[in-house]
């Protein structure tokens, strides 16, 4: 719990005095989704959007993952990846394939982003990819099965969908309670650091969880 408060103190303190005086502003730190999303049923549930080669997803990883890891019962986390290009959705087969065999986990996915932005990895095909994640642990027989498995490529195409309702056009994104998107590229000032457009934008999502909860 210390934890958590400490981050929304920061939070706090990092945000722009419009923010912080007169609160999130519809159509300026956040928009309404014209589109519902599904959800489930008493849950707040907050997606964020992001693909492993974007720089700005990589700095805002670290602060995301201590606030997710601090949410109350009532919420809960997950991400989808998305992208266009061909790489990237070979980078989104990789992720469902983790998941598949039950390996992702907070310290596997900063590896990843570790690997492309610090280590500077190319990882464009399947090779390339099941060396990476052997790298970091991955048993690669599984991985390559999971990879090319139909499982795999129907959570591929729901996370397109879901990516094209809440209009996740820029990343990192972050939709709450399927009825908001936020992220830190949102009202954000002149000036500021990375850092403080990441913790403005948890900033809002703290304020969207809570309107959730008001709206029911």
């Known amino acids: 719990m210390k934890r958590r408060g400490a981050l929304a103190l920061t939070a706090a303190a990092l945000a ?22 599904p959800g489930t049923p008493g849950k707040i549930e907050v997606i964020e959007f992001f693909f492993y080669r974007c720089p700005h997803c990589f700095g805002f990883d670290p602060l995301l993952e201590a606030w997710a890891h601090q949410l109350p019962p009532d919420v809960s986390f997950r991400r989808v990846p998305v992208g266009a290009q ?7 087969r990789m992720f469902y394939a983790l998941e598949a065999i039950g390996v992702m986990s907070p310290t596997l996915h900063s590896g990843i982003f570790n690997a492309f932005h610090r280590q500077r990895v190319e990882a464009n095909d399947e090779a390339s990819i099941a060396a990476l994640v ?20 129907g959570k591929l195409a729901q996370g ?14 972050l939709v709450v309670g399927g009825r908001w998107r936020t992220g830190p590229g949102m009202g954000s000032s002149p000036g500021q650091s990375e850092a403080a457009h990441g913790q403005q934008a948890l900033a809002v999502a703290d304020f969207l969880i809570k309107l959730s909860r008001e709206k029911g």
């Open 160 to 173: 397109q969908k879901l990516a094209e309702l809440a209009g996740a056009d820029t990343v990192p994104a």
């Open 86 to 92: 061909a790489v990237l959705k070979l980078h989104q």
């Open 134 to 153: 052997g790298r970091l642990g991955v048993d690669t027989g599984k991985f390559r099965q999971a990879f090319s498995s139909f499982g795999v490529q």
């Open 16 to 37: 722009p005095a419009a923010l912080a005086q007169g609160g999130p502003v519809e159509g300026r730190h956040y928009v309404r989704l014209g589109q519902p999303l």
